[in-house]
């Protein structure tokens, strides 16, 4: 956690329509084809190595504290490790969703780049349903590997991306994964519906009574999000007083600009126009409230942990990152209460410095 970031996530807790997140689309190739994504259906001309640099350079001048590498998989681009280590060396927050399924040498050098955290989404763990979804020995053994080889300091996420295929066998994928990849944090992520780049129409929202059901001391939560989550399947119209293109927003594989993955701006933007910075102050994005709404929770969290009601929450949630089941301070704190929990906390990450430094 650098400096950079740390003063940036403070700064949006004052200022909270500062850019916090972007997401950079590296490539839309990609080599599954999931029944709830069409991402790979648009084709994009892709920067080369030093042109992503450039736009990260913006992202840095635009104040943003993470970046978060998508596709596509972005993994097919041979330069990402280089990607991730100047955003990394800028200070920025790294973040990388990958689907699992390129070779493990590819996720050892990953594991060895400037990567903070790395997620992949898991919607089974019996079958072999590839390229169709996210089910098979292969990604299964990516987790495993990424568990098991995950240096400290970084993060192994897991998103089980729910719809109504699995919806009955959420707890079976979540006690699975908890019990064979320790390290992981495990999300519960509902399909997201209706018209959008990412989004397939064939889809039908998913009743969300299995954020309550599912209990597994490796999920990541956060009530705030559930209740977003709620509130989605009950609206046929879903305003959460997004702020798409502000606090955060997504670039595509040749620097083109969109409020989010699904809603490109009326009037085109690119991050590498020398008059970006002006026109984006200048843009209105007010037609957002259009769109029908939406629970990707990269953008929710990103927007809404910063309101003042919702702080205790993500304390909840950096204590559930930032420490592995069984460990002692864990421990300490179900038995005693969070603050001996947290100075033993600080004690342990004390005296593991001072080994490491030794």
């Given amino acids: 956690m650098s400096a950079k970031f740390v003063l940036r996530t403070l700064r949006n807790v004052v200022f909270r329509d500062r850019p916090y997140f972007a997401q950079l689309a590296i490539t839309h190739r990609c080599n599954l084809r999931c029944r709830f994504c069409r991402i790979w259906q648009e084709e994009y001309d892709e920067l080369d190595t030093k042109g992503v640099k450039r736009v990260i350079d913006v992202f840095d ?18 330069d990402l490790p280089t990607i991730l280590d100047y955003a990394g060396d800028k200070g920025l927050h790294t973040r990388v969703s990958t689907n699992g399924t390129v070779s493990l040498k590819r996720y050892a050098e ?13 919607d089974g763990v019996r079958g072999n349903d590839l390229p169709y979804s996210h089910i098979g020995p292969k990604i299964l053994r990516t987790i495993r590997y990424l568990n098991d080889n995950l240096p400290p300091k970084k993060r192994l996420t897991l998103s089980v991306t729910v719809s109504q295929a699995n919806q009955d066998r959420v707890e079976e994928i979540v006690d699975f994964c908890a019990k064979e990849y320790p390290k992981a944090g495990i999300w519960l992520k509902p399909i997201t519906v209706g018209v959008g780049k990412l989004r397939t129409a064939t889809e039908e929202k998913v009743n969300p009574e299995f954020l309550r059901r599912c209990k597994s001391p490796a ?3 956060l009530e705030f999000y559930n209740q977003a989550v709620e509130d989605y399947y009950r609206a046929d119209i879903y305003d959460w007083g997004c702020r798409a293109g502000r606090t ?3 670039v595509k594989p040749n620097g083109d600009f969109w409020l989010c993955n699904d809603v490109p701006p009326r009037t085109p933007l690119n991050v590498l126009d020398p008059d970006f910075k002006s026109k984006l102050r200048k843009a209105d994005f007010s037609y957002r409230r259009e769109c029908g709404g939406c629970v990707y929770s990269c953008y929710f969290i990103a927007q809404k942990g910063f309101e003042p009601r919702n702080w205790d929450q993500l304390a909840i949630l950096w204590w559930l990152v930032n420490t592995q089941r069984g460990e002692r301070c864990r421990d300490i704190a179900g038995k005693h209460g969070w603050f001996p929990g947290l100075l033993s906390f600080c004690a342990d990450r004390t005296l593991g410095l001072f080994r490491r430094v030794n």
């Fill in 219 to 221: 999920l990541l939560y």
């Fill in 248 to 250: 955060f927003f997504e």
């Fill in 110 to 122: 990953l594991l060895k780049s400037g990567i903070m955290e790395i997620n992949l989404s898991v």
């Fill in 61 to 78: 001048s635009l104040g943003a504290a993470v970046v978060s590498i998508s596709g596509g998989e972005p993994l097919l681009r041979r």
